[in-house]
């Protein structure tokens, strides 16, 4: 007769045994890894980029089971960080959110690119985007983008408009404007928004383009006026404002935050991250949490994120070669 203390601890060592083929066999069939993920954000903390990275982070672990960092790599206009996903390993534990002027606008900006857009990460998923609104100072008595128009042409070089930095998408939704309407107005680079509207507020310049997020404390309180907000239909976050394509044809400027992976990466790694990207976006917390941010999700497939690329990557480089734009 079978020792009754042996027949059970073989049990249990089958039963071991069997749990763990199963756990291994589980993650086997996830292409992406057990450990922790890393989201790699290549501009500073609290710009619109970041916040927008570390809601998806907090939210998409539930789609993931898995933990995420964010980190932060700002420099040289995002291209340090973007960078350092091109060389980091391509094992679905390293992804690039990112704002697409950083993939579509810094290629043509310097003069010696730090990454190629396309041959060096795979489109993963879109996540939101943010439209700009254009902004004028308390003193500079205009009430639509056409009154701005008028009022510039018949005083060219006259007045001012500030950016975020030369090369910023603010910067460049202006070149794009003054040499459709044929506009001469000053440029004001600034370093980042917050300098920029400091001078708004204070007259020193007439004219800003701001992310909405940014530029909304300053509309709800009367501080400056939103004329024109940059995206082709109008925001249900200020609904009063109308789109700048409607004075300006063209004149469409929406930062978007997107995903991106090095290239190499699984097939499967990318489709599983993007399922959980879409699951996260219609989530009811993230949808809340976005549309406190102004933001609307850009629920991108890999295919159409890779469209968008390609397409804005022609847009701006024609604009900045024209406009003989360099940052270095």
Not at 36 to 64: E, W, Y
Not at 145 to 160: I, R
Not at 165 to 171: K, L
Request: positive net charge; proline residues 8%.
């Amino acid at each position: 007769m079978t020792n009754p203390l042996i027949y059970r601890c073989a049990v249990m060592a089958a039963v071991a045994v069997l749990m763990a083929t199963l756990a291994s066999a589980g993650w086997a069939q996830d292409p992406i890894p057990s450990r922790t993920l890393t989201f790699v954000v290549p501009q500073t903390t609290g710009g619109s980029n970041d916040v927008l990275a570390r809601a998806l982070a907090t939210h998409i672990v539930k789609f993931l089971d898995r933990p995420i960092v964010v980190d932060n790599r700002p420099g040289a206009g995002g291209n340090i960080g973007t960078a350092s996903v091109v060389k980091a390993p391509n094992d679905g534990s390293v992804w690039l959110v990112t704002g697409g002027s950083t993939q579509t606008m810094n290629p043509w900006l310097y003069r010696v690119p730090a990454f190629d857009p396309i041959r060096d990460f795979e489109p993963v998923s879109g996540i939101a985007i943010v439209p700009h609104l254009v902004l004028v100072a308390p003193g500079f008595h205009v009430n639509s983008l056409a009154d701005m128009l008028t009022l510039v042409k018949k005083n060219p070089g006259k007045y001012f408009y500030g950016s975020a930095g030369n090369g910023s998408f603010s910067h460049l939704l202006m070149e794009l404007m003054k040499r459709s309407q044929g506009v001469e107005i000053t440029h004001i680079p600034f370093k980042g928004v917050a300098p920029a509207m400091t001078e708004l507020l204070a007259d020193r310049i007439q004219i800003l383009i701001s992310t909405l997020p940014a530029a909304m404390p300053y509309v709800k309180s009367g501080k400056v006026k939103a004329i024109a907000i940059t995206s082709a239909a109008r925001s249900k976050v200020v609904p009063d404002v109308p789109p700048a394509p409607d004075t300006v044809p063209g004149m469409i400027g929406e930062f978007w935050v997107a995903m991106y992976a090095p290239k190499g990466i699984a097939e499967g790694a990318v489709a599983r991250m993007r399922e959980a990207v879409a699951k996260t976006l219609v989530s009811p917390e993230m949808a809340q949490f976005m549309r406190a941010q102004g933001a609307e999700p850009f629920n991108l497939s890999p295919k159409e994120l890779a469209a968008r690329t390609e397409n804005e990557l022609r847009t701006w480089g024609k604009i900045i070669k024209d406009a003989g734009i360099t940052v270095d």
